[in-house]
């Protein structure tokens, strides 16, 4: 069964750009989650969906972040636009249940 | 709310030597408590976590912790330590199934000396 993936795996642009960050989860997983971890700093929830629905959206930091699960199968994280302090590596999760899954991450490194 | 705190950022073992990891948490709820793994370039992985009944777990790769309600600890051991243990190691607590998302420690970098 394959595991959560993020794509891409790097991004380095520079302020005031631009950039989408996509997750698939483990098929079948309806939870599906955003984490952020500044370097330095623990991992920090973003938002959760259930489904295609954001039923938890407390962490986003403010407005410029915009996070999409069309249908309910991947999900993107848009970042517009992007800000030195945007930098860190992103995480996306899904779950069944309350274990979660996590994918390898997204290193997001603004210029 | 809930909170994380993970004593100490980095910690330094012999092969073979015993590791202990601390993690102490807050919750207004019973908690979900869960130990994570990061090897270099990979994601997190789960080790092992508690949910409800027996207060010690026991997880991948030799590894244990022990929920103290008392001490709202979650303290992971392992009896001896392998090369291959060295890895950042995340404590995180989640109060499902009203509130699935976690909460994070800051993390622990282990370094395994031969």
């Known amino acids: 069964e394959a595991g959560v993936t993020q794509f891409p795996s790097h991004s380095v642009i520079e302020k005031g750009q631009t950039v989408t960050l996509r997750c698939d989860p483990i098929?079948?997983?309806?939870?599906l989650y955003w984490y952020r971890r500044v370097m330095g700093k623990e991992i920090k929830f973003l938002l959760h969906?259930?489904?295609?629905?954001?039923?938890?959206e407390s962490g986003m930091p403010n407005n410029r972040f915009l996070a999409e699960r069309t249908g309910g199968t991947y999900s993107t994280l848009k970042v517009q636009p992007a800000e030195l302090e945007d930098s860190g590596v992103y995480f996306c999760?899904?779950?069944?249940?309350?274990?979660?899954?996590f994918g390898p991450g997204t290193r997001l490194t603004v210029l | 709310a809930q909170s994380v705190t993970q004593l100490g950022s980095h910690v330094s073992v012999s092969e073979g030597a015993l590791v202990l990891l601390r993690c102490n948490y807050s919750?207004?709820?019973?908690?979900?408590l869960f130990w994570y793994v990061q090897y270099p370039n990979q994601g997190l992985q789960l080790l092992l976590k508690?949910?409800?009944?027996?207060?010690l777990v026991k997880g991948i790769n030799g590894f244990e912790a022990e929920f103290k309600k008392s001490e709202t600890s979650f303290h992971l051991t392992k009896p001896s330590a392998h090369m291959s243990d060295a890895a950042e190691y995340f404590c995180?607590?989640?109060?499902?199934?009203?509130?699935?998302?976690?909460?994070f420690g800051a993390g622990t970098t282990v370094t395994v000396r031969a």
């Open positions: 969906f259930v489904k295609e629905s954001k039923q938890d």
């Open positions: 919750s207004s709820v019973p908690p979900y």
């Open positions: 098929s079948g997983h309806d939870n």
């Open positions: 999760a899904s779950s069944h249940s309350h274990e979660q899954f």
């Open positions: 995180a607590v989640g109060n499902p199934p009203d509130d699935y998302k976690l909460s």
């Open positions: 508690y949910t409800t009944g027996a207060t």
